[in-house]
């Protein structure tokens, strides 16, 4: 009998560094996640972080229109749709094995482009001791050296400060700003959002050494041609 990895290889990913682990995410770590998301992500007067205010939700157990099966409908469609030419991974991101936040990789036709996009977010009680920046550091090194990308684009809201502060952290450098529409609990409101990006040589690595699993698998899945070697 063929094991879930087999059937789906990118559940076979680890990238590990220092206290921390990401993974993809599966169903097992929903319960833990649905949790960290109630204890809450957005520091108050902090900029509304997101395109949509998912994290806002009224807590609605069993309804399919509230949170946390909202949510869930969006986590299982970035597994639905991974494929070559458009791909998302839903990283989960555990320090000391506590769940602590999300780190997303994706891109669209990474064959040609050879650009990566990351996001991501912690609980708000994990956040002020490191964990941002490492994440993201795991997250962009794996794109660079495990997928041979040319550059990582990221973007934060124009005064959400942490953002920015891990972004300068990671090597990132402005890439312009852009008017933006982000659906709040209030209605729609028009924000300014502050692109970066980070390539190779201007990229911070992490003072750990990251430890890969799966890498090999994932490439095959995502038909990536490229050898680690090549770094």
Known sequence: MLTLEE???PFALRIAGGPLELAVM???DLPELVELVRGGIQDAGAPMPFLRAWHQEPFAPGASDGFPASSVRWWWTQRAICAPADWRLALVVRREGELVGMQDLHAKDFARTRVVRTGSWLGRAHQGAGTGTLMRQLAVGFAFDELGADQCESG????NHA???VSR???YADNGRQRIVQHTQQGEVGAEEQRVVVTPASFVRPEVQ???AGGDRLRRFLGIE???TQR
């Open 7 to 9: 059937i789906f290889p």
């Open 26 to 28: 599966r169903d097992d």
């Open 156 to 159: 934060y809201i124009v005064g």
């Open 163 to 165: 953002s920015a502060a």
């Open 169 to 171: 952290k990671v090597g």
């Open 210 to 212: 990251p430890r890969i």
């Open 226 to 228: 490229w050898a680690p």
